[in-house]
């Protein structure tokens, strides 16, 4: 047993010291090296890069704020589109710069697993070591061993493996903590290069519409001052029309979109949540217009009655229900002074309960969650889920508390997602990602088609 223990304790001294571990780690140490200069000189190209963009903006800053004249739209233009090809090759280099950090960390993750087998490999044939000498009693032991120093030898080998066994689920503790470090880092570096190719489409085809635009201007004459200004009367014409579509809203009556932006945009010096996303929720609940409150209506049947629609305490109390919307609803109705009767409401999809409140679709247990903070922003002791103002501001709030506010492509998908279903967006679940997917689009239409060009951007 003796020269047993001497052998395994030889070998577990001897990998850490063998030549080919060494030059494993040597190695290791030129791929990073690699690595940094090539993430280095990234880092310099990009930062020469956002200089130029900063001079753009300056540059367009200044322009903008001239008279209106051909001239002055079409420099406008130019510099858009320098401005968006600069971005456009910064996002680039990011997009590289992250698919380098991932291609690190996939190897780092790859690196921190293999350590662990390897860890649980060695404790594995150390514990059948044990258990071999735990069968050779103390007696045995003592007999077997030709001097009296030889048994200490033994029994001091033998500790020495029980010692060296704690040190490696000690490290496989440590290494897999470490591991799930990186594959959290893995997964913000995977959002992050999700968020800048969304930007980047985005850029792609804002460039192509100003390109059009360029183009336009630059086809009529220096002398045809006329055709200029019919140009800027359709662009007046356009943000009025803008303006004044109505935008739909569920459960309650549409209203001009100028209107719906103004109450987005206070809501989003309130919440940090963009305009553009809060309107794409509000129109992705109100499906365009056609889902209007079908339940609790005057007239409505008696399946449709606020009563019957909602869980109730007698719900919550037999185990149907985990909330009670129908006490909150008389309350919120109470302190609104309006009839539960009559008052519009949402219709149980499938199995489901119903009773989702005004254009944000809020049920009047989660409404009351939110009340004080809505209340709070809008500067107002009652907020109602029905009034527009009120009901944007609503859906910032949830929005913002689903980490919206952070922007970019995968913060507002998933809050989108969690929105509608209270999870974050799936890719391997349609069910799931399609409300989000759907909302980033609608929101990249309200930005791209009806904000920016009343903006001017």
């Known amino acids: 047993m003796k020269k047993g223990l001497f052998f395994l304790l030889f070998v577990f001294i001897f990998f850490l010291s063998t030549p080919s571990f060494s030059r494993m780690v040597f190695a290791d140490t030129l791929n990073v090296v690699a690595i940094d200069e090539q993430q280095a000189k990234l880092e310099a190209d990009l930062s020469v890069l956002e200089k130029e963009i900063a001079e ?79 069968d050779f009693s103390f007696v045995e032991m003592s007999f077997g061993a030709s001097t009296i120093s030889d ?60 390109e059009k ?93 606020w009563k019957v629609i909602m869980p109730g305490p007698i719900d919550k109390a037999n185990g149907d229900s985990k909330r009670d919307d129908q006490s909150a609803f008389i309350r919120i109705t109470q302190e609104l002074g309006i009839p539960q009767e009559g008052t519009p409401l949402s219709c149980p999809w499938g199995k489901g309960w119903g009773g989702a409140m005004g254009p944000s679709q809020f049920i009047p247990t989660t409404w009351e969650l939110f009340r004080d903070k809505i209340g709070n922003a809008l500067g107002i002791k ?36 969690k929105y509608y279903s209270g999870r974050n967006c799936d890719n391997k679940s349609p069910a799931n990602s399609f409300y989000g997917d759907q909302v980033v689009a609608k929101a990249n239409n309200i930005q791209n088609n009806m904000i920016d060009p009343l903006k001017g951007l």
């Open 56 to 134: 753009k903006e300056a540059l367009l800053k200044n322009q903008k704020n001239q008279t209106g004249s051909l001239k002055k739209d079409i420099s406008v233009l130019t510099t858009q589109i320098a401005k968006a090809k600069l971005n456009i090759q910064a996002k680039n280099l990011t997009i590289a710069k992250l698919k380098k950090d991932i291609t690190v960390k996939i190897g780092t993750i790859g690196k921190l697993e293999d350590q662990i087998s390897t860890n649980q490999d060695y404790i594995g044939e150390s514990l059948r070591k044990v258990r071999e000498s735990d």
């Open 151 to 210: 048994f200490y030898i033994d029994v001091d080998s033998m500790a020495q493996l029980e010692g060296s066994l704690q040190e490696h689920i000690a490290d496989i503790t440590k290494t897999k903590e470490l591991t799930q470090k990186e594959k959290e880092s893995l997964s913000k570096k995977q959002d992050a290069e999700a968020d800048a190719k969304a930007v980047l489409e985005n850029a792609k085809k804002k460039t192509e519409q100003n």
């Open 213 to 305: 635009e360029k183009n336009k201007l630059l086809s009529i004459s220096k002398n045809q001052e006329a055709e200029y200004q019919k140009i800027i009367k359709e662009r007046e014409k356009k943000a009025a029309e803008i303006r004044a579509a109505l935008f739909a809203l569920r459960d309650a009556k549409s209203i001009p979109f100028g209107d719906a932006l103004t109450y987005a945009d206070f809501a989003n010096t309130k919440t940090g949540v963009r305009s553009a996303l809060i309107l794409a929720i509000i129109q992705q609940e109100s499906n365009m217009g056609l889902n209007v409150g079908t339940c609790n209506r005057k007239n409505d049947p008696p399946a449709k009655n």
């Open 382 to 417: 009652t907020p109602d889920p029905w009034n527009p103002k009120h009901a944007i501001m609503a859906t910032a709030t949830y929005l913002g508390g689903l980490g919206a506010g952070a922007g970019g492509y995968t913060a507002e998908r998933n809050a989108a997602c």
